[in-house]
């Protein structure tokens, strides 16, 4: 007998001098016992812990073309005694007749042995296995075709994006409710947002690869979608997005799917009951105060209010230290304390340390070489840029739901790091953002694009988006931004030991093969529109020189 003597008394099995206990042996060996049986023996005691059991040794012991004698096990009857392969028995007698007879007759020349591999044939493991793989297969396809449903419906609702489909039904109608284990598609790119729709663009457009896009919002576009409200005033869904750059490589790349409205961006502060420019300048110090400075006198007003600091170590330092205390809790300490929940002084230097003040009249919000807003908008663009033959988009879809039914080779994830890792360091803390829109039946609402509210209201800034897109319109639309702890992840908070946290799922990443982690939420980092498009395109030349590399040595 070979197998550990468990769950019984070593001294209550029966002992004779050709009965041996040999124990447990590995699976390698067993072959080696087998080979030298005369027969295999199922003796079973019946009992309620045997009723239900279903010894896989049955087949086994079959395909090894011994003999089988078993007692009266439900699964062991039903079929291999029905269907006369095993011999079965419940009475010492009965079983030492039962061992007699199939060792004369449970062999080759009997036909019985044809019998046992026929009928193996029809539950071999790779049958067993294809069957389960068709069960899993239209199980997931069902669901695909449920979230196609789902997005063909609110592509007709939108009435706008047709063409980003053309042709991805035809391959899923080829062969329905089956998907087909090929790969349909050459890139799985999570997320329609900056950072996947520039890769999925050059990757279809460049590398000529077939990419399936996927996010799991209801539009493409990721943060910076914009779309026509209910009055057909374009807003932005998620608060203003104001497109500025320094580099004139992403412009140009991005100067291929849109046409440009010059938009310089301004921002009035509502301080002490007035509305005056930010970042400060000459003309909010000389409105403040009351005063009639000129711009060769600011560097010694700044001076004046500065308390210099021997270490700059966060951000109320990095303030304080420029503009002293007073300008600092009228225009910043509050307004960091709701955005991040955080005062200045707990969160790093660098959040705020690229807050400018300028001496002059120049009350531009951000000075880049570029500056312009998508002439018909954001969203019009990200369907220029993937209305490409190669590239489909498949709406309302978590990445998880479709990743097995469609195998791709390689994914782009522009998602959240820990969730791509099932939370396994715990959650990375995000600032997120309640938005209220409004619209307002009059041609102007607010004085400026922008008006920061940094002390006394529960919201951080109204946007007036007429200003942004150079939209004329009877009506105006605005929106409210309530700073939140809870909701999308919009700001990763920068907290040292969150950066800890991220190092530990950056080291998970970079030990991922074939998936690339792209953007703000796949890096854990703020970074602006453009920002986002220049590390796509870096991930994207990596992606190219990989295919390169790989054509050549004739892997893909
Ligand atoms: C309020 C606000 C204002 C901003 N203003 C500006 C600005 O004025 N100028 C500027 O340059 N930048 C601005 N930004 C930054 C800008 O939004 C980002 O740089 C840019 O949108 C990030 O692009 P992304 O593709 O990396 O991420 P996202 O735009 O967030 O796209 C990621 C996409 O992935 C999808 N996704 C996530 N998980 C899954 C999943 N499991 N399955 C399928 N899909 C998934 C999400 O639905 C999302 O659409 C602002 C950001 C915010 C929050």
Not at 4 to 26: E, W
Not at 150 to 171: A, I, K, P
Not at 484 to 489: L, M, N
Request: with cysteine; hydrophobic share 35%.
């Amino acid at each position: 007998m070979i197998g550990p003597v468990v769950k019984i008394d070593p001294a209550t099995l029966p002992r004779r001098d050709n009965i041996h206990y040999l124990g447990g042996k590995s699976y390698q060996e067993l072959p080696a016992y087998l080979v030298g049986w005369d027969l295999a023996m199922l003796p079973f005691a019946r009992n309620e812990s045997t009723r239900f059991i279903s010894p896989t040794k049955t087949p086994e012991y079959l395909a090894a073309g011994k003999p089988v004698v078993s007692t009266s096990i439900r699964d062991v009857v039903r079929p291999y005694g029905q269907e006369g392969l095993v011999r079965i028995a419940d009475t010492v007698a009965e079983f030492v007749s039962a061992v007699e007879t199939a060792i004369k007759e449970d062999c080759p020349e009997s036909g019985w042995l044809a019998k046992v591999d026929a009928f193996l044939k029809q539950i071999s493991w790779d049958r067993t296995w294809s069957s389960m793989m068709q069960l899993i297969d239209s199980a997931l396809a069902t669901r695909l075709q449920r979230s196609m449903a789902v997005y063909l419906t609110s592509l007709e609702e939108q009435g706008t994006t047709d063409s980003l489909m053309d042709g991805f039904s035809t391959g899923i109608n080829q062969s329905p409710g089956i998907v087909t284990r090929d790969f349909l598609f050459d890139y799985l790119v999570v997320g329609a947002g900056f950072s996947g729709s520039v890769i999925a663009e050059r990757i279809a457009s460049q590398l000529g690869k077939k990419v399936l896009v996927v996010d799991k919002r209801s539009h493409i576009g990721g943060n910076a979608y914009d779309h026509y409200d209910n009055s057909g005033i374009l807003v932005h869904k998620y608060g203003p997005h104001i497109f500025h750059t320094n580099s004139r490589d992403v412009f140009e790349y991005l100067s291929q799917f849109t046409e440009w409205r010059s938009y310089e961006h301004r921002v009035l502060a509502s301080v002490d009951g007035q509305l005056v420019p930010i970042p400060i300048n000459l003309d909010t110090i000389n409105k403040l105060y009351g005063l009639n400075l000129t711009s060769f006198q600011m560097p010694e007003f700044y001076a004046s209010l500065a308390e210099p600091k021997e270490y700059i170590r966060t951000s109320e330092d990095v303030v304080v230290s420029k503009v002293g205390r007073e300008l600092y809790e009228k225009f910043f300490r509050n307004y960091t304390r709701k955005q991040w929940g955080l005062d200045p002084s707990e969160l790093d230097k660098s959040v705020i340390s690229r807050i400018p003040t300028r001496t002059n009249r120049d009350d531009r919000y951000f000075t880049d070489t570029y500056q312009a807003m998508p002439l018909h908008g954001f969203t019009r663009m990200f369907e220029t840029m993937l209305n490409h033959p190669n590239i489909k988009v498949m709406l309302n879809t978590d990445y998880r739901e479709i990743q097995k039914a469609i195998p791709c080779r390689e994914m782009v994830y522009t998602g959240p790091v820990d969730e791509f890792f099932d939370l396994r360091y715990g959650k990375l803390p995000y600032r997120s953002l309640e938005f209220k829109h409004e619209t307002h039946n009059k041609p102007v609402f607010q004085p400026a694009p922008v008006v920061n509210y940094p002390n006394e209201q529960l919201y951080t800034r109204i946007t007036e988006f007429k200003y942004l897109t150079g939209q004329e319109h009877a009506k105006t639309s605005i929106v409210y931004e309530f700073p939140r702890a809870e909701g999308d992840p919009y700001y990763p908070v920068p907290r040292p030991e969150n950066a800890e946290i991220y190092k530990k799922y950056k080291a998970l990443a970079d030990a991922t093969p074939g998936v690339y982690f792209v953007g703000r939420l796949a890096t854990y980092k703020y970074y602006n529109m453009d920002q986002c498009v220049a590390q796509a395109l870096t991930v994207y030349k990596q992606i190219s020189v990989k295919q390169q590399v790989a054509t050549v040595g004739g892997c893909l």
